[in-house]
DNA sequence: CGATGGTTTGAGTGTTTTCAAAGAACGTGG
DNA sequence: CCACGTTCTTTGAAAACACTCAAACCATCG
């Protein structure tokens, strides 16, 4: 991805509106959010730093701009009418998120942690035809891998089971995060449950049946993730339950 | 979608190879199946007919086409390593197909029923410059609804039980097939379990279960369904299941 | 008309979910 | 710095849902 060729980064400090969003509270309609993207710049791209769990922007805003996490984590998420919630993806240092197809935003996004991102103005199918060090090639490039990984998704969500779909998860975010064996995980097993389709319990059964199969280890710390043993676990994400 | 502005439409003959893909054989290596898509011709495209079962290009052959379809159904398929399929998308008649980001195809694509496709030269980042009837924002915009499909693919796959996801298949499929309270289906109870992450029992249970709450009526003639109910079918493709 | 292959139905099993409670980390205030 | 309350996580037991295996059914085609 590139991150180069940015014409004003400016940061701006923490907002005043917070607001979190709660998975477990109330669902009330995404239009009702107002979406905390309130500076307009034209052609410009600004640097804006938000709380953990503070919206971005919400499902069904008009989508006037899209972004890039700079450091921190996205998640990026949608509500069916009676509550539950799906995350689509999460999005880590350098992933662009927020281009749209049509008028508005089809998930919310939130920061999961405290995150930086860098905004740009509009996005879209107006981005197409645009000239320049931003325009046309990098924002197909951004829209394909959402695809890709979009495709993948669906895969793991609709032919794996738990252990493989955890598997994956942790293989994934490990080779993303590039921090080592040692990743900390930002999101909590409730985003992960929302987004391997799976709920938090079984989550947590699965972690633990991985670290007594001595494939990954669970130290005290909240949210980290050791992991002890690549190729086994690269086999448990796929399917492949004893070697 | 547009389906105007062609150069040269010529439908060409069934082809002689047909090596027709069945899921339940032995699992071979996608690249050891040569594509289907033999003619190559520059900046033109042509028509070209595929009978049932008939593969138009496989999973990992390198992609220098992308097509639409004309009239029939195609699937686009990815194995896993241990013969598990699922099934992406199915692509009806005015859809893109074949798009790529990649050097090679992400899925296999069959032919349903017979079908006929027009074919493109090339497919993926070299075709956004392209000037013309045909390049730039229409590719944009089919790869942009390849993405919301996959997108509430996953969110189906991950969040809803056999009942709704069968509800929201059909109900889908008759706004996509426009053909008035009866739709023929062109794809196998087995497609359908592919796509919807069951198996062809639960997708049959699900379906005389519908049957029998009178929201749809399954005629004797094999892949035929009439809708009776169109708002409880709606309703049960939401989770409603009473109302 | 009989053979074939896809579909439906049935019974039993297994994985995941649900419901419930205990356990452990984190933040706050003393 | 420790104690406490809160929240997240883990664990357990029972139930639900979809899966597996198996057989019957019935359109379609030769």
Redesign the interface.
């Known amino acids: 991805m590139q991150s180069a060729s940015v014409i004003q980064d400016t940061v701006l400090p923490w907002p005043s509106l917070p607001r979190t969003y709660d998975p477990r509270q109330a669902p009330h309609h995404p239009r009702d959010i107002p979406s905390a993207l309130a500076p307009r710049v034209a052609n410009k791209c600004i640097m804006r730093a938000f709380k953990r769990d503070q919206q971005i922007f919400a499902e069904g805003v008009v989508a006037e701009f899209s972004a890039q996490v700079v450091t921190g984590a996205v998640r990026m998420s949608?509500l069916?009418?009676?509550g539950?919630?799906?995350i689509?993806a999460f999005h880590l240092a350098g992933d662009f998120f927020g281009i749209e197809?049509g008028r508005e935003h089809?998930?919310s996004a939130d920061a999961i942690v405290n995150t930086t991102i860098r905004i740009y103005r509009s996005s879209g199918?107006d981005w197409?035809?645009a000239d320049g060090q931003f325009g046309?090639?990098a924002v197909?490039?951004a829209?394909?891998?959402?695809?890709?990984s979009?495709?993948d998704?669906?895969?793991l969500?609709?032919?794996k089971c738990a252990r493989e779909k955890v598997s994956t998860f942790i293989l994934n975010l490990a080779e993303r995060l590039a921090t080592g064996n040692t990743i900390e995980l930002p999101m909590s097993r409730m985003d992960i449950a929302d987004?391997?389709?799976l709920t938090i319990e079984t989550v947590s059964r699965s972690l633990t049946q991985l670290q007594r199969d001595g494939i990954i280890d669970l130290p005290c710390r909240r949210g980290a993730i050791v992991l002890k043993n690549r190729p086994a676990l690269r086999r448990a994400a796929?399917?492949n339950q004893g070697f």
């Open positions: 949608t069916l009418g009676d539950r919630r799906q689509d197809s089809r998930f199918l197409i035809p046309g090639k197909f490039a829209l394909v891998q959402s695809l890709e979009a495709q998704h669906a895969l969500l609709g032919k987004y391997l389709g796929n399917g």
